[in-house]
C-alpha cells in the first residue's frame, strides 16, 4: 500500500448554537464523539450537559455547507426527523465526558437479538458523567434506561464489548475501571485497581479477550476480559498515556501520550513493534525543544487496520499508514480533544474544546489479498499460535506485523 497523498476535506462542521445561559467555563468541550458499529447514528457530546443523537448520513444540506448550528431550546422532546429515524438531544443534566454505543446489531424481522431476548433495546448509548454516575440511554425513542452507580469521580470513558454482549467496562477520575453487566439491571460486576492517577480511556480488544487502561500513568495496563485480572505493564512512553485503541484483528494496540509518541504494541508479547513521533510541520527531526506543542489527546484504528487517526495539540489531525512512520495526510484543526473513524471507513469524526464536531475525509483504500489473510488469521490465532506454525519465518513476520 502506498501513502495516498489525498489530505483530509473538511465536509462539515456542527456547532451548539445553545442560548448561552451557563457560565461553566468548563463545560462547553466536546470531550467524546461516538459512531453507532452499524453507523446509523452518530453521538455528539456539545457541552453544557447536552449529548446529540443524530441519524447518518447527515443531511446533504449539512454536508454541503462547512459550518451548521443545532440549535436547543432544552425541551427533551425536540426531535428532529430524517425519514424513520429522528434527531434526540439527551440532557443529561452533568457535563458528558465519556460516550459509547453497545455493539448489539439491529434486530431484524423474526430475528431475536440476544440483548432483546433479556428485556433490552437493541442499541443504546451510555454517557459517563462529571459526578460518577453512568447513563444508559435508548437510542431509538432516547429514554433513559439505567443510572449506574459506583465511580466517585468523572467518568472519563467507556468502552462496550465488541461481541455484541451487554457487558461495558468505565474509567474513572477515582483510578478505577469497573465492570457493568446491563443483562443484569446494570450490576457492577468487577472493580479493577491497579492505577494511581485518572484514568483517562478503556478499549476493549475486537475479541473480547483484552482490556488496555491509560491513565496519567507513563504505562498503560492490559487486563484479561476473562479473569479480570492484570496480563502486564506496557512500559516505554516519556510522560502520561492518554489514549488506546487495538486494531480490528486484536492483534495490534496502539497507545498515545503527553510525550508526543504513539508507540505500536503487540499486546499478546508486549513488545513495542515501532515508534510514531509527531514532529512539528516547521520544526527539524528534533523536537523536544517543542514537546508540549505535539502533546497528544486522541488516537483510534480505521477499520479495515491499515491507518490510524491521531489529534494532538499542535492543530493537526494526522493520518498514518501502518507501514510507515511519519503521517501520509495532515488536517488543520483548531483545539481538537478526539477523533473517530466511522464503522465503514471514508470518514473521521472529531471534537473540539468550543464544543464543535467536524467531519473529515479519510483515505479509502482496498485491502491487499495479504492484509485480508493476515487479518482473517489474526482474529483468532494470538502471536504465539502464528509463531508455533510449521511456516516459513518471513510470513512469521508478516503475520505478525513485524513486516508489513
Request: aromatic share 10%; with cysteine.
Given at each position: ?283 527539524t527531526l528534533d523536537s523536544s525543544s517543542e514537546i ?113
Amino acid at each position: 500500500m502506498k501513502p495516498s497523498g489525498e489530505e483530509p476535506v473538511l465536509l462539515a462542521e456542527l456547532k451548539p448554537g445553545r442560548p448561552q445561559r451557563y457560565d461553566w467555563k468548563s463545560s462547553c468541550e466536546t470531550w467524546s464523539v461516538a459512531f453507532s458499529p452499524d453507523g446509523a447514528w452518530f453521538a455528539w457530546s456539545q457541552g453544557h450537559c447536552v449529548v446529540k443523537l443524530i441519524p447518518w448520513p447527515l443531511g446533504e444540506a449539512e454536508l454541503g455547507c462547512k459550518a451548521s448550528e443545532r440549535k436547543s431550546r432544552g425541551g427533551k422532546a425536540e426531535t428532529w426527523s430524517r425519514g424513520a429515524a429522528k434527531e434526540k438531544t439527551l440532557e443529561c443534566g452533568q457535563i458528558v465526558w465519556g460516550l459509547a454505543f453497545s455493539a448489539w446489531p439491529a434486530a431484524e424481522d423474526g430475528d431475536t437479538d440476544p440483548a432483546c431476548a433479556v428485556g433490552l433495546p437493541c442499541l443504546v448509548l451510555a454517557t459517563g458523567l462529571n459526578d460518577g454516575q453512568i447513563k444508559v440511554w435508548e437510542v431509538q425513542t432516547g429514554h433513559l434506561l439505567f443510572s449506574l452507580l459506583g465511580h466517585q469521580d468523572v467518568v472519563r470513558d467507556l468502552s462496550f464489548a465488541p461481541n455484541g454482549s451487554p457487558i461495558l467496562v468505565s474509567a474513572s477520575r477515582d483510578k478505577t475501571l469497573r465492570v457493568w453487566d446491563l443483562s443484569r439491571d446494570g450490576r457492577q460486576v468487577q472493580v479493577l485497581s491497579g492505577h494511581v492517577q485518572w484514568v483517562y480511556c478503556c478499549s476493549i480488544s475486537p475479541d473480547c479477550s483484552m482490556l488496555c487502561s491509560a491513565a496519567g500513568e507513563k504505562s498503560a495496563l492490559l487486563w484479561s476480559m476473562r479473569s479480570y485480572t492484570l496480563i502486564r505493564r506496557l512500559e516505554g512512553h516519556q510522560s502520561s498515556v492518554v489514549s488506546c485503541d487495538f486494531s480490528p484483528d486484536s492483534a495490534l494496540l496502539v497507545t498515545a501520550s503527553y510525550d508526543a509518541c504513539v508507540i505500536m504494541w503487540d499486546p499478546y508479547t508486549g513488545e513495542q513493534l515501532r515508534t510514531l513521533r509527531h514532529v512539528p510541520l516547521h520544526s527539524t527531526l528534533d523536537s523536544s525543544s517543542e514537546i508540549h506543542t505535539s502533546s497528544l489527546r486522541s488516537v483510534c484504528f480505521s477499520p479495515e487496520g491499515l491507518y490510524l487517526a491521531t489529534v494532538a495539540d499542535d492543530r493537526l489531525l494526522r493520518i498514518w499508514a501502518l507501514e510507515f512512520r511519519s503521517p501520509v495526510a495532515f488536517a488543520p484543526m483548531t483545539n481538537g480533544l478526539c477523533c473517530m473513524y466511522f464503522p465503514h471507513g471514508g470518514f473521521i469524526a472529531t471534537g473540539t474544546r468550543d464544543g464543535h464536531v467536524q467531519f473529515w475525509t479519510a483515505p479509502r483504500v482496498l485491502s491487499s489479498l495479504k492484509h485480508l489473510c493476515r487479518k482473517a488469521l489474526r482474529t483468532f490465532l494470538t502471536t504465539y499460535q502464528v509463531l508455533a506454525l510449521p511456516i516459513p519465518r518471513k510470513l512469521k513476520e508478516f503475520l505478525t506485523y513485524r513486516t508489513f
